[in-house]
């Protein structure tokens, strides 16, 4: 996965055990998942006319994120529909032993929407060509 997104673990995103809350982990995502459109799409969106809703979300925690963690969520979209596609994620703790690194793998699927009908539409055309120049496709 090339894309990555850097995350501030906050105070606030603990548990009472010390962990991060798994209800941050979809706000990690959401992070991600702007990034990658705002570096790689690099378009204007007119959000409140047409963009996209988010379908689905998969996730699978497999390690506790601490305070001390230096997390990397790693994106890339894996599959271009007609009117989808999907964003798979991992969330990697850096700083953790290498049998340790991967606290998080989540997959989203990504509806393209006009707000304005209501109705789901095309892929644009544009996001289609820089989404694969960018995941080599």
Known sequence: MKHQTPI????????????????????????????????????????????????????DYKLPVLLEDKLVVHTSVTRIGSKSFDFEYQLIRENAPEHAKIAVVAKSVIVCF?????????????WINKIKAFEGN
């Open 114 to 126: 006009n707000f304005e009908t209501h109705q789901s539409v095309a892929v644009p055309e544009s």
């Open 8 to 59: 501030q673990i906050r105070f606030k995103d603990l548990d009472s055990l010390g962990h991060v809350n798994n209800a941050n982990h979809i706000t990690y995502l959401e992070l991600a998942r702007v990034k990658y459109f705002h570096e790689v799409i690099n378009e204007p969106i007119e959000w409140n006319k047409a963009g996209f809703i988010i379908a689905r979300h998969e996730i």
